[in-house]
C-alpha cells in the first residue's frame, strides 16, 4: 500500500451527545469518515449539523459531562477515546490541531501573538524559550505577515481579522502536525482576504505534508480547496463523494438543494432559473423527525422516506449516500 | 502613562473640595447642637452661648467654611471639638491600625478568596464547588457583630487562645481581621467564580486547550488573567471601604481604628473631627482607585493610558 493510501484518522460509529435540561441532544449520530495522508477532506453541511462538533470530538474537547462521545477514532492506529488525559493532550496541537472560525475570539487577547505560538511548541517540541520564540517569528514569517520580529511582541488586538487568522494557522502549523480540523477558517473574513487564507493554506499544506479536515457551508471553499468531501446533516453523513463527482452528480437531495443555492454568475440569463432554496430549517437536536432526518424539507420526499430511515448505500470507493432513492 | 498620573492626582483637587463642601453643608444640616452636647445637660444658656463662640459656630456659615478652608490648605485641620487635641494627631493615631486591619484582611481575602473561586469554577457542581458557595453565602450573609462575637466566644473564652479585643500583639490582629475578611472572601470568591466561568467558556480558553496546555497552565496563564480586571475591581473597592475603618468590627474588639472614631465624632457632633477624617479617607479612597486603574493597565494590554 502507499503511503497516501493509508489512512491518518479512522472515525467509526462517532456518536457526541450532550445531556442538558431539556433531555439529551444528539448532536453527533453515528458518523464515519477516513482521513489520509496529505489530503484534504471537505466537511460541508449548515450550520448545527454536528461538523464542528465532530472535529471537537476527535481532539476531546468537549466537556464531559455535559457531553458524551461513544464510538472509535484511531489516529495513526492510536485509539484516542481510549487514552487519558494526559495522552490526549500530547496529541492536542502537537500531531493534530485545530483552527478556529473567529480569529477575533480565539485568540487569548493578554498574551503575545508570539507567546502563544511559541508555548506550545516549547510544550511539544522540548524546545527553549529563547529557540522556541525564534520559532515563533519564524513561522509568522512563513504565514506571510510582515515584520514577523515585531509583530510576535505585539497583542491581538493590533492585528486585524485577516492577520489573526494567519496567526492562527501559523499557531496550527507551529508543531507541524499531521493533521488539522480547520473549522471555518475563512468564514469571518472577507472575500479577498479569504482568498489569502485559502491560498496560505494550500500552499503551506503542500510544504508542511499535512492532512486538512476542512469544516465549512461555503461550497465554493470545498470547490477550491478539497479532494474529497463529506455531506452531513442533523448529526449524520448524508453523502460522501470526491469533489468532482459531488459537483458534477450528487445524489442526496440535500447535496443537490446545497449545490442549487449557490449563485453562479450569469446562469440565470442561460438557464432562466432563480437562485434555489432549502426550505425550512435544519431541524433542532430535539426535534429530530422520524423516518429520514431530511424529509419534511426533501422535494422529493415518498411514503417510505417518512416512516423509515435510510441507510447508507454504498455507491464505489468513497462514494455514498443516506437516501431511499439511491437504494 | 506618568503623565496621566499626574493627572489623575491633579484631579483629586477639586474632588477633595467637592467632598470638603458637601461635607460641611451636610454636617450643619443635622440635627442636634454641638455647643449643647459638649455642654451638656445641664448648662446654662450662658455656658452653651459661650462654647458655641469659643469652637466659632456663632459666626455665619459661609464665613465658617472660610475658616475652615483657609486653614485645610495649610493642612491644618483644626481642633476637636471634643478632646481639644489637634485633629491630625488624633487621626494619625488611629490611621496605622485601620491601615494594618484592612491590609491583613484584604490580603487575606485575596489569599483565600481567589483560589476559592478558582476551584469553584474549574469544577463546577461538584462538591467542592458547593462547599464554596455554601460558605461564600454564608460569609455574605453573616452579620460581621455576631460572626466577631461567636470568634471571641470559641477564640477567646473557650479555647483561650486569642486576646478578645484590644491591641498589642499580631495575635490582636487575628481575630478582628478575620472577621473582617470573612465578607471579603466570601465577595471575592463568588466575584472570582462567574469570571472565571465565564472567561473557560470563551473561545480562546477552546484554542489554549487545542494546543494541548497542562489544564493548569490553561486556567491560571490564559483564564486567570483575563478574569482578574473584574477581581481586581472588586479588591480595589472593597480594599478602600475597609480602610474607612470597620465600625462595628472595631467595636466589638475593642480596636482604636478610624470607624469608631468617626462615629463617636459623629454622636458628639464634633464638626472638626468628622470633616478631618472624612477627607482622610476620601484621599485614601481616591488613592486606592488610582492604583487599581493603574493596576488594569498591568494586567491589561488593551488598557493604556496615554
Known amino acids: ?327 | 502613562m506618568f503623565q496621566y498620573v499626574i493627572k489623575r492626582l491633579v484631579f483629586t483637587i477639586p474632588v477633595l473640595i467637592g467632598i470638603s463642601l458637601l461635607l460641611f453643608f451636610m454636617l450643619r444640616m443635622l440635627p442636634g447642637d454641638p455647643a449643647q452636647v459638649l455642654a451638656g445637660q445641664m448648662a446654662t444658656p450662658e455656658e452653651v452661648e459661650n462654647i458655641r463662640r469659643q469652637l466659632g459656630l456663632d459666626r455665619p456659615i459661609h464665613v465658617q467654611y472660610a475658616v475652615f478652608f483657609s486653614r485645610l490648605v495649610q493642612f491644618d485641620l483644626g481642633r476637636s471639638a471634643r478632646t481639644q487635641n489637634p485633629v491630625t494627631r488624633e487621626i494619625w493615631a488611629r490611621l496605622p491600625n485601620t491601615v494594618l486591619l484592612a491590609v491583613v484582611a484584604i490580603t487575606l481575602a485575596c489569599l483565600f478568596g481567589i483560589p476559592a473561586g478558582i476551584v469553584s469554577a474549574v469544577r463546577p457542581y461538584t462538591w467542592m464547588d458547593y462547599l464554596v458557595t455554601s460558605a461564600a453565602l454564608f460569609g455574605i450573609s453573616m452579620p460581621v457583630f455576631w460572626l466577631g462575637l461567636m470568634l471571641v466566644v470559641v477564640f477567646s473564652i473557650l479555647l483561650q487562645w486569642l486576646p478578645a479585643g484590644g491591641t498589642g500583639s499580631w495575635k490582636h490582629v487575628i481575630l478582628p481581621s478575620v472577621t473582617l475578611a470573612s465578607f471579603v472572601i466570601a465577595f471575592i470568591a463568588r466575584m472570582t467564580r462567574s469570571t472565571m466561568m465565564e472567561v473557560l467558556s470563551q473561545d480562546y480558553t477552546t484554542t489554549a486547550r487545542s494546543k494541548g496546555l497542562k489544564e493548569e497552565v490553561v486556567i491560571v496563564k490564559h483564564a486567570l488573567k483575563n478574569a482578574l480586571i473584574p477581581i481586581i475591581t472588586v479588591v480595589g473597592l472593597q480594599f478602600g471601604l475597609l480602610l474607612g475603618g470597620a465600625v462595628l468590627t472595631e467595636t466589638v474588639f475593642a480596636w482604636p481604628g478610624l470607624g469608631r472614631l468617626i462615629v463617636d465624632s459623629i454622636l458628639a457632633r464634633d464638626y472638626p473631627m468628622i470633616q478631618g477624617a472624612i477627607l482622610v479617607f476620601g484621599l485614601l479612597y481616591i488613592f486606592v482607585n488610582l492604583v487599581t486603574d493603574l493596576l488594569y493597565a498591568c494586567v491589561d494590554p488593551r488598557i493604556r493610558y496615554d
Not at chain 1, 96 to 125: C, D, W
Not at chain 1, 238 to 256: C, D, G, I, M, S
Not at chain 1, 281 to 304: N, Q, S, W
Open chain 1, 1 to 327: 500500500m502507499k503511503e497516501q493510501d493509508k489512512p491518518l484518522l479512522t472515525i467509526e460509529g462517532l456518536h457526541t451527545c450532550f445531556h442538558t435540561l431539556d433531555g439529551i441532544v444528539n448532536a453527533v449520530d453515528g458518523v464515519d469518515m477516513v482521513v489520509y495522508r496529505g489530503e484534504t477532506l471537505g466537511l460541508v453541511g449548515e450550520s448545527g449539523c454536528g461538523k464542528s462538533v465532530t472535529a471537537l470530538s476527535v481532539l476531546r474537547l468537549l466537556a464531559c459531562p455535559p457531553a458524551e462521545i461513544q464510538g472509535a477514532i484511531h489516529f495513526q492506529g492510536v485509539d484516542l477515546l481510549g487514552l487519558d488525559r494526559e495522552g490526549i493532550r500530547r496529541i492536542r496541537g502537537n500531531a493534530i490541531s485545530m483552527i478556529f472560525q473567529e480569529p477575533m475570539t480565539s485568540l487569548n487577547p493578554v498574551l503575545t501573538i508570539g507567546e502563544q505560538i511559541a508555548e506550545s511548541v516549547r510544550l511539544h517540541q522540548n524546545l527553549s524559550g529563547k529557540e522556541a520564540w525564534r520559532w515563533a517569528e519564524t513561522m509568522l514569517e512563513m504565514v506571510q505577515i510582515p515584520g514577523p520580529k515585531q509583530r510576535a511582541k505585539d497583542y491581538p488586538h493590533k492585528l486585524s481579522g485577516g492577520m489573526r487568522q494567519r496567526a492562527m494557522i501559523a499557531m496550527a502549523l507551529s508543531c507541524n502536525p499531521q493533521l488539522i480540523f480547520a473549522d471555518e477558517p475563512t468564514t469571518a473574513l472577507d472575500v479577498t482576504i479569504q482568498a489569502q487564507i485559502l491560498n496560505l493554506m494550500q500552499d503551506l499544506k503542500q510544504e508542511f505534508h499535512t492532512s486538512i479536515v476542512l469544516i465549512t457551508h461555503d461550497l465554493g471553499v470545498i470547490a477550491e480547496m478539497a479532494s474529497r468531501v463529506i455531506v452531513m446533516y442533523a448529526g449524520q453523513v448524508v453523502e460522501e463523494a470526491p469533489v468532482r463527482e459531488l459537483f458534477k452528480n450528487p445524489r442526496h437531495p440535500y447535496t443537490q438543494g446545497l449545490l442549487g443555492s449557490v449563485p453562479v454568475i450569469g446562469k440565470k440569463a442561460k438557464m432562466g432559473r432563480r437562485l434555489q432554496e432549502i426550505p425550512g430549517v435544519v431541524p433542532g437536536p430535539l426535534e429530530t423527525p422520524g423516518g429520514c432526518r431530511f424529509h419534511p424539507r426533501c422535494p422529493k420526499v415518498a411514503d417510505l422516506c417518512r416512516r423509515e430511515a435510510p441507510l447508507e448505500t454504498v455507491l464505489g470507493e468513497h462514494r455514498r449516500v443516506r437516501c431511499w432513492l439511491a437504494a
